[in-house]
């Protein structure tokens, strides 16, 4: 089989699954022109939440069902390892599998974060990252920045009835144990993740409905904490970046995505100002026409040394 033949096989429209590394793999593609990957965020989040139709007019979009959800296979040490490392391997399996050209590769939430260890490691695979919703790192500094944004968050919606319960959701974050459990408390701060959700309710309702999640620890297999801070790394990241951010973002908001903009060389920076943390939702043209300016475009030949050495004038 040739290469174009065998390229428009594992392209066509449609679900996919392979054996990556002993573990079932499911791929979703949709659309036609430049090849996008688009990871989901959770960890531990279904891909169909991530679905935007309207970037499918212009990318071929091929959305990763990541390890330990759906039909793609879980981990022997489910739920524990599931690593940003172990999604990058999952990625670059994907990536070979579609033939080895340069993709550009959009991650959400959680996603970002793999995303940007991608880029990081593996930057010759990519002709481009999309960082939506990220951050630069996890921990105690991440924790308390969404602390304060969700207490903002908390005081604009002090008359709602259904502050109580969404609040008692972030609480049982860290309690969580099993997928009854994570897709209780996905739903359950859902609210929080939009920038009006009782304006649109009945809309954001069907996401509340279609949304589906599996448990997954964020710990590696040996139970230590998967803990991110890309500050020294990201200066040196060599592809083309786009950061994107709702301004009403709870979770990975504005500072964030403020940061990495200054991180990373030549990046470019969008904030859709009337969304929270699900942008390709609140604001869906706007969102799909940010990316497809930014897949579509032309962009410079770049070195890893050269956006070092840019970084330290």
Same mark, same amino acid.
């Given at each position: 089989?040739?290469?174009?033949?065998?390229?428009?096989?594992?392209?066509?429209?449609?679900?996919?699954?392979?054996?990556?590394?002993?573990?079932?793999?499911?791929?979703?593609?949709?659309?036609?022109?430049?090849?996008?990957?688009?990871?989901?965020?959770?960890?531990?989040?279904?891909?169909?939440?991530?679905?935007?139709?309207?970037?499918?007019?212009?990318?071929?979009?091929?959305?990763?069902?990541?390890?330990?959800?759906?039909?793609?296979?879980?981990?022997?040490?489910?739920?524990?390892?599931?690593?940003?490392?172990?999604?990058?391997?999952?990625?670059?399996?994907?990536?070979?599998?579609?033939?080895?050209?340069?993709?550009?590769?959009?991650?959400?939430?959680?996603?970002?974060?793999?995303?940007?260890?991608?880029?990081?490691?593996?930057?010759?695979?990519?002709?481009?990252?999309?960082?939506?919703?990220?951050?630069?790192?996890?921990?105690? $500094?991440?924790?308390?920045? /969404? !602390?304060?944004?969700?207490?903002?968050?908390? #005081?604009? *919606?002090?008359? +709602?009835?259904?502050? @109580?319960?969404?609040?008692?959701?972030?609480?049982?974050?860290?309690?969580?144990?099993?997928?009854?459990?994570?897709?209780?408390?996905?739903?359950?701060?859902?609210?929080?993740?939009?920038?009006?959700?009782?304006?649109?309710?009945?809309?954001?309702?069907?996401?509340?409905?279609?949304?589906?999640?599996?448990?997954?620890?964020?710990?590696?297999?040996?139970?230590?904490?998967?803990?991110?801070?890309?500050?020294?790394?990201?200066?040196?990241?060599?592809?083309?970046?786009?950061?994107?951010?709702?301004?009403?973002?709870?979770?990975?908001?504005?500072?964030?995505?403020?940061?990495?903009?200054?991180?990373?060389?030549?990046?470019?920076?969008?904030?859709?100002?009337?969304?929270?943390?699900?942008?390709?939702?609140? $604001?869906?043209?706007?969102? /799909? !026409?940010?990316?497809?300016?930014?897949?579509? #475009?032309? *962009?410079?030949? +770049?070195?890893?040394? @050269?956006?070092?050495?840019?970084?330290?004038?």
């Amino acid at each position: 089989m040739s290469l174009p033949l065998k390229r428009a096989a594992v392209l066509a429209p449609g679900a996919h699954t392979f054996d990556s590394d002993g573990a079932t793999q499911r791929y979703h593609v949709y659309g036609s022109g430049p090849v996008c990957l688009a990871h989901p965020g959770g960890p531990g989040i279904h891909w169909e939440y991530l679905r935007v139709p309207e970037l499918e007019e212009h990318l071929t979009m091929v959305y990763v069902e990541a390890l330990g959800t759906g039909a793609s296979g879980r981990l022997t040490t489910h739920p524990h390892g599931y690593t940003r490392e172990r999604y990058s391997v999952a990625l670059r399996r994907i990536i070979e599998r579609l033939g080895g050209s340069k993709v550009y590769l959009l991650g959400h939430s959680h996603g970002a974060f793999v995303a940007a260890y991608h880029a990081i490691h593996h930057p010759d695979e990519l002709a481009g990252i999309i960082l939506y919703e990220g951050a630069p790192v996890t921990g105690p $500094e991440h924790g308390a920045e /969404a !602390a304060r944004r969700l207490q903002e968050f908390t #005081a604009a *919606h002090a008359d +709602r009835p259904e502050l @109580g319960d969404i609040l008692a959701a972030f609480g049982a974050m860290q309690a969580i144990s099993n997928d009854v459990q994570t897709l209780a408390v996905a739903r359950g701060v859902l609210p929080a993740y939009f920038a009006d959700y009782w304006g649109d309710e009945p809309r954001w309702a069907e996401v509340w409905e279609a949304l589906r999640a599996s448990y997954i620890s964020g710990l590696d297999a040996d139970g230590s904490h998967d803990l991110v801070d890309d500050r020294a790394d990201l200066p040196r990241v060599a592809v083309p970046a786009l950061v994107m951010v709702g301004r009403f973002d709870v979770i990975c908001g504005p500072r964030w995505a403020q940061e990495l903009h200054d991180l990373i060389p030549d990046s470019r920076l969008v904030v859709l100002e009337h969304s929270g943390h699900l942008g390709h939702l609140e $604001e869906p043209e706007r969102f /799909a !026409a940010a990316i497809r300016d930014f897949t579509l #475009a032309p *962009h410079p030949a +770049r070195s890893t040394t @050269g956006a070092a050495e840019r970084r330290m004038r």
